[in-house]
């Protein structure tokens, strides 16, 4: 078991890996307070953690052994086909410096983790953030099946200096992932699309991504704000929707043309996929 009984802004947390979702919760944790000389991170090449340290102040450990025995808490931040052989050298430093292991890899479920870590270790937890941690709007799930209640909840006290937490069930992570970690890029790419549409019909590109763009934040907050969350999207539709007006024509048009559809999909292909990567 780690020692990490609570978390504060001086627990040293140390990443493997630098990339796209390391690099998110790094500017999250570092621009919401935490020491920075206590987020550590490593790469695999030398190229995407110098320039993270350079851009943020955090600590560039090159050895991966040397991060790991720093480490209070260890977040897995590779992609999830490269973990087995990332931690199959590390065993015994993992054992020597007992961290809190916290992975975000998607598709690995806690007993497939364990296999790469040491026999009988239960310090893990396994977490489903977004990029929206870079400015502390990550909505991340957390889930356990061997940690004790303050191992999760020094986890799930670190993801809050970034964002909002929901422990959940295991059993629910690939939906959880598809409706918060994926997407963001499906958003970005509904943005695009009704942005282009705008091009089409004449709006310059830059106009037409700042008025989609701005408006979707504005549907989040208004969606937000509602008491009734279940309810709060029928709610922003009727406010918006005048009786024989422009809006609701173009709803009816974009459900004709398969709206719910294209969400259903979206969902049930994630989902599809998540299960795959933790089978390979
Ligand atoms: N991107 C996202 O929005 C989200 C991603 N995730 C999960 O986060 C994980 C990372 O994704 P993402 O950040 O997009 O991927 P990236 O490819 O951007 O980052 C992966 C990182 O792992 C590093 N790495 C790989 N092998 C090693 C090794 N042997 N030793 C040290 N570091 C290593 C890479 O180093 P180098 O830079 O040198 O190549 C890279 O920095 C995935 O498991 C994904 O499922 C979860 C939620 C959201
Ligand atoms: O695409 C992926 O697999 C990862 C998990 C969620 C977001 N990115």
Redesign the pocket.
Known sequence: MSELTKFSDHTKVAF???????GAIVRGLIADGHQKDCVLV????????PALAKETGCTYVAE?KELIAQAQILIL????H?VAD?LAPLQQEIKDSAPLVVS???GTSCEKLAKSLPDGYSSLVRV????GAALGQSTTAVATQSATENEVQAVADLFSAVGSVSVIDEGNFATFTAMA?CS?AWFAASVEALARAGVANGLSAATAMKAAAEAMRASADLLLAEEDLPLAGAEVIRRVCSPGGTTVAGLQAAESAGLRHVWAAAVEAAIARDTTLGAS
């Open positions: 493997l890996g630098s990339g796209n979702m390391a490593t790469d695999r090449s030398g190229k995407s953690g991966t931040a590779c992609k999830p490269q990332l975000i890899l998607a489903m953030p977004n990029v970690g963001p």
